[in-house]
């Protein structure tokens, strides 16, 4: 069965759409056009522009295109989603967003003190990895999935323990590190390690664990997230195996591979940066240390 049954406005998110154009327009306002109320005299940068543009093209098609309607459907289709919302699209955006925003962002009374605390290293990475995990036991998953409320609060703490944890890798203000050089790879491993045993609970358990993908009446109330109820009343639904031919285990296992898969091919793509630029700035430091001792010498020598 196609799901174009479900109709455009749950497959494509009109609303959100439209938020995150609003969005755009306002990013472009403040770092082009209103630049100079903030007395910056440095350009938006070109990468900085695609990064959040990119940021937010991916929020929609996480978010509001026909994949947050499969998230639904299938878990393998959630941990996708799961795996891009927290672990790409803070970075894009976080990277996105020059330096001066942030400064001014982060000088405001209520957050001066609050992201200080929930950005330091080891708090943001267990906060991330407890928040990650705790949503993806059976029962809380389910509970979290029948109320729209619910979700869409723990959905948003989601997203925000990922931008904390990101705080120590993404550099917002140069002046302002968390972390330098080994350090960062030492966290992003320490992620990694951290986020595992959430992953094989749901690679290697042997029955199928959420009620919101196996049982008709639970998913239906879960569909109700993405799907106008109007829309839903007029459907004749029996469940998610309508829409998909693996069977429900087999769609979790694989969630959880796939989960685990972008996990590894985004860090791996970070570890690479981190440390190819930590490596070129022991390398800068090497040889400004020799030119310095050659300078040296040739000083002594004419003495």
Same mark, same amino acid.
């Given at each position: 069965?196609?799901?174009?049954? #479900?109709? #455009?406005?749950?497959?494509w998110?009109?609303?959100?759409?439209?938020?995150? @154009?609003?969005?755009?327009?306002?990013y472009f306002?403040?770092? @082009?056009?209103?630049?100079?109320?903030?007395?910056v005299? %440095?350009?938006?940068?070109r990468?900085?522009?695609?990064?959040?543009?990119?940021?937010?093209v991916?929020?929609?098609?996480?978010?509001?295109?026909?994949?947050?309607?499969? /998230?639904h459907i299938m878990f393998?289709?959630?941990?996708v989603q799961m795996?891009?919302?927290?672990?790409? +699209?803070?970075p894009?955006?976080m990277?996105?967003?020059?330096?001066?925003?942030?400064? +001014? @962002?982060l000088?405001l009374?209520?957050l001066?003190?609050?992201i200080p605390?929930?950005t330091?290293?080891?708090?943001?990475?267990?906060?991330f990895?407890?928040?990650f995990s705790?949503?993806?036991?059976?029962?809380?998953f389910d509970a979290?999935?029948?109320?729209?409320?619910?979700?869409?609060?723990?959905?948003?703490?989601?997203f925000?323990?990922?931008v904390f944890?990101?705080?120590?890798i993404? =550099?917002?203000?140069?002046?302002?590190k968390?972390?330098?050089?080994?350090?960062?790879i030492?966290?992003?491993v320490?992620?990694?390690?951290?986020?595992?045993?959430?992953?094989?609970?749901?690679i #290697?358990?042997?029955?199928?664990?959420y009620?919101t993908?196996?049982?008709?009446? +639970?998913?239906?109330?879960?569909?109700?997230?993405c799907?106008?109820?109007?829309?839903?009343?007029?459907?004749?639904?029996?469940g998610?195996?309508l829409?998909?031919n693996?069977?429900?285990?087999?769609?979790?296992?694989l969630?959880?591979?796939?989960?685990?898969?972008i996990? %590894?091919?985004?860090?791996? /793509?970070?570890?690479f940066s981190?440390? #190819?630029?930590?490596?070129?700035?022991?390398?800068?430091n090497a =040889?400004q240390?020799?030119?310095?001792?050659? =300078?040296?010498?040739k000083?002594?020598?004419?003495?």
């Amino acid at each position: 069965m196609s799901i174009s049954i #479900f109709g #455009f406005q749950a497959l494509w998110s009109p609303i959100l759409l439209g938020l995150l @154009v609003c969005i755009a327009i306002l990013y472009f306002l403040i770092t @082009v056009k209103w630049r100079n109320d903030f007395k910056v005299s %440095e350009p938006l940068k070109r990468k900085e522009a695609i990064y959040f543009i990119s940021g937010l093209v991916l929020l929609y098609i996480v978010k509001g295109s026909p994949m947050d309607l499969m /998230a639904h459907i299938m878990f393998t289709f959630h941990m996708v989603q799961m795996a891009l919302l927290l672990l790409l +699209v803070p970075p894009l955006l976080m990277k996105g967003i020059p330096w001066w925003v942030w400064k +001014v @962002v982060l000088e405001l009374p209520v957050l001066r003190k609050l992201i200080p605390f929930f950005t330091k290293p080891l708090l943001s990475l267990v906060l991330f990895t407890m928040t990650f995990s705790l949503y993806h036991i059976p029962l809380v998953f389910d509970a979290i999935k029948m109320n729209e409320v619910l979700h869409g609060a723990y959905t948003l703490m989601l997203f925000l323990t990922a931008v904390f944890m990101w705080w120590s890798i993404v =550099d917002v203000l140069e002046s302002e590190k968390k972390l330098h050089g080994l350090k960062k790879i030492g966290f992003i491993v320490a992620s990694a390690v951290l986020i595992t045993p959430a992953c094989a609970l749901i690679i #290697f358990s042997n029955s199928p664990m959420y009620d919101t993908y196996t049982d008709s009446d +639970v998913w239906l109330k879960n569909m109700e997230l993405c799907v106008p109820t109007d829309t839903l009343a007029g459907l004749n639904l029996s469940g998610p195996e309508l829409f998909s031919n693996l069977d429900p285990l087999e769609d979790q296992q694989l969630g959880g591979i796939v989960m685990k898969i972008i996990q %590894e091919i985004i860090y791996a /793509a970070f570890l690479f940066s981190i440390f #190819f630029a930590w490596y070129k700035n022991e390398q800068d430091n090497a =040889d400004q240390i020799t030119q310095k001792a050659l =300078d040296d010498l040739k000083v002594q020598a004419k003495l």
